[in-house]
């Protein structure tokens, strides 16, 4: 899987930054619904724009996407979004197997509001500020108030952005208020590409947009290389880079580090009987009262890169310490972006006067406490002793494997057919949700998509209720699995509205 670009915002406070942010994230045209991270920290966003090509092929690609429809994703808590996909098309592989196109560019925008300039020491925060975001980021947008001239610190900020030879932006912000300053003032500082903006009014932005897609650097899909890529996910010290080191120690056959990225992620590779595997590090995320001034606001996004790039996350949690809430947003990160997880205790040696009940009891508190991941496995381990960590090589395997099942279409319509004559959907008589027949689109993570009309009145417990029915007839242990509901009506309305739309007038 291509590593996603990342775009940071670097400025003094007071700017608008975390405005800027807030709009950048919440007021684009076209955000697939499967990228809602409605669970992800406010430092970090991934951002998904359909259709990113030049503006005159931005325009043409969305009448094609306009022309097939709008898909109506009911997310949990009865929430539903609109997710909008390219052509939905026949594979070469069979009539079973469907292919979705996704016409889309995704990347991190870190948001550094909350690195506060400390007031008597403001050049050792812009330097760990600037640092961190010249070093992970791709793309740099450079803040400042356009109603004010540019001071010492901005040219400050200006010079260690540039000095990195990444692209940079000047994003003038606060444009709408009286006495807002011309783009000559700010020449001095040596930023070629200027932008102005009014988040707080959304002006601008769709530009902005633009400019950042221009400089993104390209995304190449890399071929498929039969890697299995595991990673360990967790607050810091509850033993993650013990069980790292323990995993990788154990093996006999390590094939090497691997270099490039280590201060993003800690990774190895590991040769496990016949399969190759890869495990990744990450320094943990902390609750936000307990993140400090400084780059250990950037562990978030090294957390967020890690469970984009693995395939499979071991979440570890200290048994002295169990199921704190940051652990469940966690896990709900991982469920979000489609990876196969486990629940890890870690650190089992040192429960005092522990017997054979002890895990007993515990093992339904927790299972409780990630009622929201009921499918994720749950093993109790010790880095210390070697208890059951070679087995989470097994239990990845195995997971991976559940991961890439196909159900044939016969097989989903059956369940759909069974689930709508025990329990057809709750609707009013003009509002009636109609469920005609399912396919998988996708797999790792299964993806299921579900064809019918008034599918946004469908409640969202009846997507849990499909999902619990597919549950039962195919094992899809330690996988979340997706879902998208089409609705056909809509799909009808979006391509007559699109024709009106492009009917030249006399």
């Known amino acids: 899987m291509a590593k996603l670009p990342t775009v940071a915002i670097v400025g003094q406070t007071n700017v608008g930054k975390s405005s800027l942010f807030n709009r950048l994230y919440g ?47 009911v997310q949990g808590g009865g929430e539903v979004r609109s997710e909008t996909y390219g052509k939905i098309r026949r594979a070469s592989t069979g009539a079973d197997k469907v292919a979705m196109r996704h016409d889309t560019r995704s990347y991190w925008l870190v948001d550094t509001a909350g690195l506060k300039e400390a007031e008597d020491d403001f050049e050792a925060s812009i330097q760990d500020q600037i640092t961190e975001a010249t070093e992970l980021a791709d793309v740099i947008l450079v803040v400042l108030d356009s109603t004010q001239y540019p001071s010492d610190q901005d040219r400050q900020i200006a010079k260690k952005a540039l000095k990195s030879r990444k692209p940079v932006i000047l994003v003038l912000n606060k444009v709408d208020l009286k006495g807002s300053l011309p783009n000559e003032e700010f020449l001095r500082l040596g930023i070629k590409t200027i932008q102005r903006t009014s988040a707080e009014h959304a002006q601008g932005l769709g530009t902005l947009r633009n400019l950042i897609l221009a400089e993104l650097p390209a995304v190449y899909e890399s071929e498929p290389d039969n890697v299995l890529r595991i990673a360990l996910i967790g607050r810091p010290n509850v033993g993650k880079s013990h069980l790292f080191n323990t995993l990788a120690g154990k093996q006999q056959a390590i094939v090497a580090n691997i270099a490039g990225t280590t201060r993003d ?28 001034v400084g780059i250990e606001k950037f562990s978030v996004l090294r957390t967020l890169t890690a469970i984009e790039e693995a395939d499979i996350c071991l979440l570890l949690m200290d048994v002295n310490e169990l199921s704190t809430q940051l652990d469940q947003k966690i896990a709900g990160l991982i469920k979000e972006a489609g990876k ?66 196909e159900l044939k279409t016969a097989e989903l319509n059956k369940i759909l057919q069974t689930c709508l004559r025990k329990h057809p959907p709750a609707g009013l008589k003009n509002s009636h949700p109609k469920l005609r027949y399912m396919v998988q689109t996708d797999v790792a993570a299964p993806w299921f998509v579900i064809f019918g009309s008034n599918l946004k009145y469908l409640h969202w417990s009846y997507k849990r209720y499909l999902e619990h029915a597919i549950r039962a007839e195919a094992d899809f242990s330690g996988t979340p699995l997706m879902f998208s509901f089409r609705d056909e009506k ?17």
Do not use: M
């Open 27 to 73: 007021s684009q045209e076209a955000i697939v619904a499967r990228e809602a991270g409605t669970t992800r920290d406010n430092v970090v966003r991934k951002i998904t724009v359909s259709n990113f090509q030049s503006q005159e092929s931005r325009v043409k690609s969305q009448e094609k996407f306009n022309e097939h429809g709008s898909v109506d994703a």
């Open 265 to 292: 992620v800690n990774r190895v590779a590991v040769k496990y009987h016949t399969r190759d595997l890869e495990l990744l590090d990450t320094a943990g995320i902390r609750r936000s009262g307990k993140q400090e």
């Open 340 to 405: 196969g997880l486990v629940l890890v205790v870690s650190k089992w040696d040192s429960v005092e006067g522990k017997d054979a009940f002890t895990r007993d009891a515990l093992a339904p508190q927790i299972a409780h406490e990630f009622a929201f991941v009921p499918w994720a496995p749950l093993i109790f381990t010790s880095s210390v002793t070697g208890q059951n960590v070679t087995k989470l090589f097994d239990l990845a395997i195995d997971i991976d494997r559940k991961r890439h099942q």
């Open 490 to 506: 809509q799909i009808k309305v979006n391509r007559e509205k699109a024709k009106t739309e492009h009917t030249p007038h006399p």
